[in-house]
C-alpha cells in the first residue's frame, strides 16, 4: 500500500501570494493516477486536479499540478480568500480495489 | 447536473444500528462506482469502501472490512452505508463520491453520525 506525505502540515501566507504543496509517495504512483481535492471547513472536498496535472472541469487556472513517479506538487499561483482551506492528494493507482489519502496541509491566512 | 445528496445527521447510542443513504441525479446511476470517505473531528480522510451498481461488486479498505456493510439500490439510485452495532468510536462525517475514470469526481454534502450514551 502507498504511503502519502504532505508537507508543510500548515502554510500561512497573506492573500497575492504564491502556495507551493507537496505530496509524496512511498512507492511510485502508477501512472501518476495521482488527485489533488479541496474542503473548506464545514464543506465536503472537491476535486481540484485528476492524473496529477489536469484540472477538474470549473477549477481555475491558479491551481497547478505537476510531479511524476513519487514528488508530486500543488502550486497555487496567487491565493485567493476563497483559496484558504485543506488539501489532500489522493492516490488512485489501485482503483477501484483501494485508494489512500494524504494527510492533507492547512492553507492558512497570515 | 451530477449531485450526491446524502441522508441527515444522526445520533445513536452504542449497539444501536444504522443505515446512511447517498442518492444521486443528473447521471446514470449504475454506470459510476460510489465510494464511502470517513472524516473524524479535525482529522483527515480515510476510504472506507466502494461498490459498483451494476453488479453490487463492492471492495473495502481492510480496516473497515467487518465494520461496515456497503450496499446499493439502482432502483431509487441510491448507496448505503450500514452498521448493525455503533460504537462511540464510529462517531464522525461520512462522505460519499463518485468515482469516474478511477479517481472521485463528485462528493455528497457528508452525513454526521454521533454515537453517544
Known amino acids: 500500500e502507498i504511503v502519502l506525505t504532505q508537507s508543510p502540515g500548515t502554510l500561512s501566507l497573506p492573500p497575492g501570494e504564491r502556495a507551493t504543496l507537496s505530496c509524496r509517495a512511498s512507492e511510485t504512483v502508477r501512472g501518476n493516477y495521482l488527485a489533488w481535492h479541496q474542503q473548506k471547513p464545514g464543506q465536503a472536498p472537491r476535486l481540484l486536479i485528476y492524473?496529477?496535472?489536469a484540472r477538474a472541469t470549473g477549477i481555475p487556472d491558479r491551481f497547478t499540478g505537476s510531479g511524476s513517479g513519487t514528488d508530486f506538487t500543488l502550486t497555487i499561483s496567487r491565493l485567493e480568500p476563497e483559496d484558504f482551506a485543506v488539501y489532500y492528494c489522493q492516490d488512485y493507482s489501485s482503483s477501484p480495489q483501494g485508494f489512500t489519502f494524504g494527510p492533507g496541509t492547512r492553507v492558512d491566512i497570515k | 447536473e451530477v449531485q450526491l445528496v446524502q441522508s441527515g445527521a444522526e445520533v445513536k447510542k452504542p449497539g444501536e444500528s444504522l443505515r446512511i443513504s447517498c442518492q444521486g441525479s443528473?447521471?446514470?446511476?449504475?454506470?459510476?462506482?460510489i465510494a464511502w470517505v470517513r472524516q473524524m473531528p479535525g482529522k483527515g480522510l480515510e476510504w472506507m469502501g466502494i461498490?459498483?451498481?451494476?453488479?453490487?461488486?463492492?471492495k473495502y479498505n481492510p480496516s473497515f472490512e467487518g465494520q461496515v456493510t456497503i450496499s446499493a439500490d439502482e432502483s431509487v439510485s441510491a448507496a448505503y452505508l450500514q452498521w448493525s452495532s455503533l460504537k462511540a468510536s464510529d462517531s464522525g462525517m461520512y462522505f460519499c463520491?463518485?468515482?469516474?475514470?478511477?479517481?472521485?469526481?463528485?462528493w455528497g454534502q457528508g452525513t454526521l453520525v454521533t454515537v453517544s450514551s
Open positions: 443528473g447521471y446514470t446511476f449504475r454506470t459510476y462506482w
Open positions: 461498490i459498483s451498481p451494476s453488479d453490487f461488486d463492492t
Open positions: 492524473g496529477a496535472s
Open positions: 463520491a463518485r468515482m469516474s475514470l478511477g479517481f472521485f469526481t463528485t
